[in-house]
């Protein structure tokens, strides 16, 4: 069955190191979505690609925050510098650009900042 | 700007009980909206949607019916499992087509033997 893959699976880095994960979606979909999810709430979307363009940023915070998909396929979210507060479990999520289909979501990439 | 809010967690239960995990949302357009199950250290799994109003969501003795008079979409199964102990998040999707979900904080579920 087709998944989305994101690596690394766990992340532990020094505050004010750089820090990347990786996403790869399910082949066919051009809606990419990265979401920050911190323990005990729900996922906030950071950023939403189509195809290689971004469609919607505004929650990114774009001082330490990068996202980018070159070819419209995999993706990477780099943070560089880290901060205490960026500790969270990060999700990668793809869908077809049909009417309302579902998003489906990797495994995540559980960062710890120290 | 759009929200959903689910009851707080957790809800304990023991198996072969009923579940009820209550949601509401806001939107500006006309949502479909989403029920989303992660289990621990895991990515979010759908669990059903529903995209119009009345229409009735369901998977794995899960059910869930777009209640647009008020607002609601709550989540039902008739008797839980012990596996059925994981978070759900209740999520809209509003209008343009392929707008990001909007979660709500999430309801623990812990089923006991």
């Known amino acids: 069955e087709a998944e989305v893959a994101q690596s690394p699976r766990y992340k532990i880095t020094e505050k004010s190191q750089a820090v990347a994960f990786w996403c790869d979606p399910i082949?066919?979909?051009?809606?990419l979505y990265w979401y920050r999810q911190i323990l005990g709430q729900g996922p906030e979307l950071l950023v939403q690609?189509?195809?290689?363009?971004?469609?919607?940023d505004s929650q990114l915070p774009k001082d330490r925050f990068s996202a980018e998909r070159l070819k419209g396929v995999d993706s990477t979210l780099k943070i560089q510098p880290a901060e205490l507060g960026d500790s969270a479990m990060y999700l990668c999520?793809?869908?077809?650009?049909?009417?309302?289909?579902?998003?489906?979501f990797g495994q995540g990439t559980r960062l710890t900042v120290v | 700007g759009d929200s959903v809010t689910q009851m707080e967690g957790p809800v304990t239960l023991s198996e072969e009980a009923f579940l009820t995990i209550n949601c509401t949302y806001t939107?500006?357009?006309?949502?479909?909206l989403f029920w989303y199950v992660q289990y621990p250290g895991e990515g979010l799994q759908l669990l059903l949607k529903?995209?119009?109003?009345?229409d009735k969501g369901s998977n794995k003795g899960f059910e869930a019916t777009y209640r647009k008079e008020t607002t609601s979409f709550h989540l039902e199964k008739g008797s839980v499992q012990v596996s059925d102990s994981a978070v759900y998040f209740c999520?809209?999707?509003?209008?343009?087509?392929?707008?990001?979900?909007?979660f709500g904080k999430g309801t623990t579920l812990s089923v006991s033997s």
């Open positions: 529903a995209t119009k109003a009345d």
């Open positions: 999520a793809s869908s077809f650009s049909d009417v309302n289909t579902e998003a489906f």
């Open positions: 939107a500006t357009g006309y949502p479909s």
């Open positions: 999520a809209l999707s509003d209008q343009p087509a392929g707008t990001a979900l909007i």
């Open positions: 082949s066919g979909h051009a809606t």
């Open positions: 690609f189509q195809d290689e363009s971004v469609v919607d």
